[in-house]
Structure formats: structure tokens, C-alpha cells
């Protein structure tokens, strides 16, 4: 069983950061792929980023390109979302997700965490 649990998030002012984690359960944290996802209330959970199992390759959604970062440490079993030049848009809750395959949509990831709440205000 892999388990996901979020942290790092928080209130901010426009133009702030914040750095999210997701700390991930069990010994073949290596072998999936993650990903994040928000959702905002009233709206459908969408797409934020990904990143391979090895850390190579990320993506991220149009709108966070150049504003945020994904990253993992898999010695600790960590993956990160680095988020710069915050906006009030921003706010939802982030939730992070796991393999099998590096993906954009959510039916592509298996596990899922609890989410951690992101408010950016203007």
C-alpha cells in the first residue's frame, strides 16, 4: 500500500511562494511517477505538473510554466512543488499523485493524497 501525504501549504499574498511536499509511503517510492493537481472550489481538479520516476523529465500546465517547480528527493521519498509569483487564482487545494505512468489526467495516477490548502490572497 503507498500512502501520500501533503504539507507546505498556507496563506500568502499575491506575488508569494510557497514550497508543498509530499512525503510517500513504502520502498518503491522510486518506481512512480508523480504528479500534482489542484482544485479550486467550483471547478474540476486539473493539472499543475509531473515528473518521471527518475527525477529526468517535468511538466507542468501552461499556466504554472515558469512559476513553478517539481522536483523529488527519492532518498527521502519526497516530491516537491516549488511555487513562485503566486496569484490570487492559485488558491485550491493541491493534492500530489502517483504512477503508474507520467501523466496529465488523473485517471493516469493511482494514489492519491489527502490535499493541502493553498490561499493566495490579493
Known amino acids: 500500500q503507498v500512502q501520500l501525504s501533503e504539507s507546505g501549504g498556507g496563506l500568502v499574498q499575491a506575488g508569494g511562494s510557497l514550497r508543498l511536499s509530499c512525503a510517500v509511503s513504502?520502498?518503491?517510492?522510486?518506481?512512480?511517477?508523480m504528479g500534482w493537481f489542484r482544485q479550486a472550489p467550483g471547478k474540476e481538479r486539473e493539472f499543475v505538473a509531473a515528473?518521471?520516476?527518475?527525477?529526468?523529465?517535468?511538466y507542468y500546465a501552461d499556466a504554472m510554466k515558469g512559476r513553478f517547480t517539481i522536483s523529488r528527493d527519492n532518498a527521502k521519498n519526497t516530491v516537491y512543488l516549488q511555487m513562485n509569483s503566486l496569484e490570487p487564482e492559485d488558491t485550491a487545494v493541491y493534492y500530489c499523485?502517483?504512477?503508474?505512468?507520467?501523466?496529465?489526467?488523473?485517471?493516469?495516477?493511482?494514489?492519491w493524497g489527502q490535499g493541502t490548502q493553498v490561499t493566495v490572497s490579493s
Open positions: 515528473i518521471t520516476s527518475n527525477g529526468g523529465t517535468t
Open positions: 513504502g520502498r518503491t517510492f522510486a518506481r512512480y511517477p
Open positions: 499523485a502517483a504512477g503508474p505512468k507520467t501523466a496529465v489526467k488523473l485517471l493516469d495516477y493511482t494514489y
